[in-house]
């Protein structure tokens, strides 16, 4: 089948798409014709006297920017604790602008619109620097215009990219949007992404998402990537405290970070971890969550020693109380540390963490009998999991990293560390809905969880030129290992109703002992070469990954039962085309990777292991930087088998298709109005399937319809004062394959406001945000197994941010 006929949306989305087109042309198009009229250049505007005093950098600059009639717009973050010098005589609006930004750090830039934005001043290096460092390990990309996303995004083995060089569709969310946007976990974070829906209950222990209509992170055992390897990021639950920036790279990334623990391929989850700052910091945030959740955070870094080259970054916070769910209370303690050394070649880190994670009556997904209607949602704060219920998650983590140039064009790198993480949960279990009135049955369990990670990875980057081509290599050779243990000591069923739960005593259950069930290893070679012409104008990257998986499962005596030992090789090809400045194409085929399954007991070949499931991805899209805003228009198709019970017989007869199409846009649209947000349109089905009547069916928990919009604007008439507000939509979901089941789809509304401001010359911010407005009650989305979640209710978020 041609390659464009299999990129080819299905009819009933020709409308959409159609709108989504003209949406992007309107973007690309007429925004900047209505642009067109250019303000008031700095070179322009004449001597004049100034007899301004020293005061805040962020006022005064607004001040000499409107009496200029210069339009100037930017982030109210970058100025924060930032004092003007007094500016007093003669000066151009220019000479008056170097003066005011003299020693602040900050650069004021022109768009091709004729308006200007700050911007953190970029340092220049001579080439070789750039040569030998190949990306420093605390240089990460350029924040973008707006502050809420960075420029440029790490590719695993690829090191960072330039957005407009990634032939990927990548998102990367900064620590301004975090603080802004309140979030307290890496889910709340991507709510801010289309292509992303959390499958986590709101008040739940597990953070798990879909993207690209593919699970990431149910089956957990550290599915999230931290500093670019798997293995560290904690089992259940990653915080914000610790997190510099949140990457998301969208498709299958087997080449680029090898095979995902827990074979996800909708796309690879990065923590960027908090390092130290050029400039100290001692930043305190005080918080407030209905009910009553109150936080406290502090965040301190420093840098000693000869020519500062020591590092050090200290994050603790806690969080306690009531949360705006009946019943439930949260505690939550997190201590993390990150120590650095940057010297001429050798650079180094070493981050440590160590959280808990304790909840009263935890949220719970459900599951649904066969043949019943789904029930209306019941609001978000009712709880149907018992009071008596309690789990305590513990996580400790710890990676050593490390690069050294040894010389201008090679540099070789390592890391070494993992996680160990301890769950204990006594509750009632999934509930199961039994009819349409919203009855439920759940079985109490007593559960404990026990895992213990490692990872291990070095290479080399090489840099060097052949003719007219420049050549950017890397080689890498990694090992990851993960043992788990696990227990469980159920009781007696317990009834209940989601609209009206009931009370029911607490069982005994005794503590269930934790054998050993499962152990894996994956280790991998990794090679790739992106090859450039014409000034990386046209650029090729071409790589391959030979990974090997080796898994042992144990029965209750500790004998193994089954053992798997097999590997396959993952190709990676990417090309970007840039034809115009402002302009990048790109085209990548790469591939995922899945354990295979073992045949159930219930099988006739019971016990075959089979090979790892190879998933492809083929995307083709374009990206549109207009200076102060992007924008991304993509296509494409993943599959990915899998294998089924039939007649007896297991065998691989599964494969999921999924077609999309993606907008995205972020950046500053106009002074002071940024926007955040994109669509995704989803044409999922399956394939191959051994059921005749499922054949063509949606998969379950795929929608055809994703959007997100969050916008923000500085106000005119109070400086420092900024109001926001977003929402998202989600489209209906099917519960199960034979799509007679099926969720409604939802939107939830969310408004807010922040205030930055001196007092007593310290920076401070206050901010408040109120999720879910109207205060709907729906089903927020479905897990691959069929389980779905009760979405947020209204929740009002303040916080107060203050540096000293």
């Not at 034979?738 to 789809?745: E, P, R, V």
Request: glycine fraction near 10%.
């Amino acid at each position: 089948m041609p390659a464009a006929r299999l990129l080819r949306p299905d009819r009933q989305f020709k409308p959409v798409i159609r709108s989504t087109l003209l949406s992007l042309v309107l973007i690309g198009v007429v925004c900047p014709f209505a642009l067109a009229v250019v303000p008031v250049q700095l070179d322009s505007v004449a001597v004049r006297a100034y007899d301004i005093p020293s005061g805040p950098l962020g006022a005064t600059l607004s001040s000499v920017a409107v009496e200029a009639g210069i339009a100037l717009s930017f982030e109210p973050s970058l100025t924060e604790g930032l004092t003007s010098p007094a500016l007093i005589g003669h000066f151009t609006a220019q000479d008056a602008v170097t003066r005011l930004l003299d020693g602040s750090g900050l650069d004021m830039v022109l768009h091709s619109d004729g308006s200007y934005t700050l911007v953190q001043r970029r340092v220049t290096l001579d080439e070789t620097a750039v040569i030998g460092t190949d990306q420093r390990a605390d240089a990460l990309p350029q924040v973008y215009v707006g502050g809420q996303v960075a420029s440029g995004s790490r590719l695993g083995i690829l090191g960072n990219t330039d957005v407009m060089d990634a032939p990927f569709s990548v998102s990367t969310y900064t620590s301004a949007l975090i603080k802004d946007q309140q979030a307290v976990t890496v889910g709340d974070v991507l709510e801010r992404d289309s292509s992303v829906r959390s499958t986590g209950q709101t008040g739940g222990i597990v953070d798990s998402f879909f993207i690209r209509g593919f699970p990431v992170g149910e089956g957990n055992l550290g599915e999230l990537a931290f500093d670019g390897v798997y293995g560290v990021a904690p089992n259940y639950r990653v915080f914000t405290e610790y997190a510099e920036r949140i990457e998301l790279v969208k498709g299958p990334g087997a080449l680029l970070y090898g095979m995902s623990p827990n074979s996800a391929v909708g796309g690879v989850i990065n923590v960027v971890p908090k390092r130290s700052l050029d400039e100290d910091l001692t930043r305190f945030t005080a918080s407030y969550a209905m009910d009553s959740q109150l936080g406290g955070h502090l965040d301190v870094s420093r840098r000693f020693g000869e020519e500062r080259r020591f590092g050090l970054r200290l994050n603790g916070s806690t969080q306690l109380g009531n949360t705006a769910i009946d019943d439930q209370s949260r505690h939550v303690d997190i201590g993390a540390l990150s120590l650095d050394y940057q010297g001429e070649r050798l650079r180094t880190s070493f981050d440590w963490l160590n959280q808990e994670e304790r909840f009263d009556a935890a949220s719970r997904p459900f599951l649904i009998a066969s043949g019943v209607d789904i029930p209306s949602a019941a609001n978000g704060r009712i709880n149907v999991s018992q009071a008596w219920g309690w789990s305590r998650t513990r996580d400790k983590s710890a990676l050593l990293s490390g690069e050294y140039d040894v010389s201008d064009a090679l540099t070789v790198f390592a890391h070494a560390g993992g996680g160990q993480s301890d769950v204990a949960r006594m509750s009632d279990q999934t509930p199961n809905l039994i009819n349409a009135a919203g009855d439920t049955s759940s079985i109490p369990g007593y559960y404990k969880f026990e895992v213990e990670r490692y990872t291990l990875d070095a290479g080399a980057r090489l840099r060097f030129d052949t003719g007219p081509v420049s050549h950017r290599t890397a080689l890498q050779v990694s090992r990851y290992r993960d043992v788990l243990s696990r227990g469980i000591i159920s009781g007696a069923p317990i009834l209940s109703n989601i609209y009206h739960p009931v009370d029911r005593p607490k069982p005994y259950i005794p503590k269930p002992d934790t054998p050993k069930v499962s152990e894996s290893e994956l280790t991998g070679v990794a090679l790739v070469d992106t090859l450039s012409v014409l000034d990386d104008r046209v650029q090729l990257t071409v790589g391959v990954r030979r990974q090997n998986i080796k898994s042992d499962n144990y029965n209750a005596t500790g004998m193994v039962t089954t053992s798997y030992d097999d590997g396959r090789t993952t190709p990676l090809y990417g090309v970007v085309i840039k034809p115009w400045d402002h302009v990048s194409f790109y085209y990548n085929y790469i591939e995922g990777l899945s354990k295979g399954d073992i045949a159930p007991s219930t099988a006739s070949n019971a016990g075959e292991i089979f090979a790892p499931y190879v998933s492809r991805q083929h995307e083709l899209g374009v990206k549109a930087d207009y200076g102060n805003f992007t924008s991304t228009l993509s296509l494409f198709q993943i599959t990915k088998p899998s294998g089924e019970l039939a007649s007896g017989v297991f065998a691989v007869q599964g494969e999921q298709r999924n077609r999309g199409l993606e907008l995205n846009v972020f950046g500053e649209v106009a002074p002071g109005t940024r926007l955040l947000g994109g669509v995704t349109l989803l044409d999922a089905q399956l394939s191959k399937t051994s059921v005749a009547g499922n054949r063509g069916n949606k998969p379950v928990g795929v929608p055809q319809v994703q959007a997100n919009l969050w916008a923000e604007r500085d106000t005119s008439w109070l400086e420092g004062l900024t109001l926001t507000a977003g929402a998202i939509h989600t489209g209906s979901q099917y519960v199960n394959q034979a799509n007679t089941q099926k969720l409604d789809d939802w939107t939830r509304f969310d408004v807010g406001a922040r205030y930055t401001t001196l007092i007593d010359e310290r920076p401070t911010t206050f901010r408040a945000t109120v999720q879910n407005v109207f205060d709907q009650a729906y089903w927020s989305g479905v897990a691959s197994y069929g389980a779905f979640s009760q979405g947020s209710p209204r929740t009002l978020l303040l916080s107060a941010t203050v540096d000293f």
